[in-house]
Structures are given as C-alpha cells and as structure tokens.
C-alpha cells in the first residue's frame, strides 16, 4: 500500500502543479488513497520531495536531484568535518582526514551510493577509493570538492 502510494506521489507531483500538503492529500482522496496529514509528511520526508519554484512566486513539490537523494545533510557534515584534503590519479581518489576519522568519512563515502565508486578502504587518517574509469575519478574529484565547500 505505501508503494502503491508514493508512486502515485511522484506521478502527481509530476502531472501538476501541487504546492501544498493539503493540494497533495485532495489529489492522493481523487485516486482513492486515503491519507491524514501526518502520512503525507512522512511520504514528502521519505521520497525526498523539495520545493521548486515554478514561476519566481509559486513553489511546487518536486524529486530531488538524484544525486542529493543520497547524500544526507548528516553525510555531508561528516564530510566536510573530517577530511583535510583530496586528489585523484588514474582511477583512484585518495583522501586525507584528521588523524582517526578515515572510517567515519568512508562510511559516509560508502553510503552516498554513487555508482562510480568500486570500493574504498580506510585507514587512521586515509581513504584510498577505487573508480570505474580515470574519468569518473576525475568526475568525482569536482563534484567532492563542492560537495565538501573546498572549491
């Protein structure tokens, strides 16, 4: 039942305009899913759904990228707090963390789910992690830093 009806959420959010909860519980009622508020809250938190705006003045809910999908405000301040520095050769990052924080930051890295990312191994202070291609750890090697607010 829950799938049936975050599938039919991301189905209406795409064919209309929905700015609010209630906007969304009328139409969810129209296709026979009956929901309270508390239900189509825990639906928008689970199904990352943001606020887009649609105009300058109208915001409608919306999937997140999906590359913000997975990486969770919590992982990004992990991130952020640990590492020291980055850099990539061929098809490898390695990454410097202080001094006992490279299995907090792997993990992080690890749950992101970015499908560029073979594997990593963690140290004290280093995280070796193996790409698919010398593009995509140069790819990465960008897309962390901004991540991370180092460039």
């Known amino acids: 039942m829950k ?5 039919k959420i991301i189905e209406l959010i795409n064919k209309y305009c929905i700015e609010t909860q209630d906007a969304l519980i009328e139409k969810l009622k129209e296709e026979g899913f009956d929901v309270t508020q508390a239900t189509a809250s825990r639906d928008i938190r689970e199904l990352n759904l943001v606020k887009v705006s649609v105009d300058g003045n109208t915001y409608k809910y919306a999937e997140s990228p999906k590359d913000d999908i997975k990486i969770s405000v919590k992982y990004k301040n992990i991130l952020k707090e640990t590492l020291v520095s980055a850099d990539y050769a061929c098809n490898m990052m390695v990454l410097k963390t202080y001094s006992g924080m490279a299995q907090a930051a792997a993990a992080a890295i690890d749950n992101m789910g970015w499908n560029e990312i073979v ?3 963690a140290g004290d202070d280093t995280i070796i992690i193996v790409m698919r291609s010398d593009e995509s750890a140069k790819d990465f090697y960008s897309r962390f830093n901004v991540l ?4």
Do not use: E, H, L, P
């Open 3 to 7: 799938k049936n009806r975050q599938n």
């Open 119 to 121: 594997g990593s191994v």
């Open 148 to 151: 991370i607010g180092k460039k």
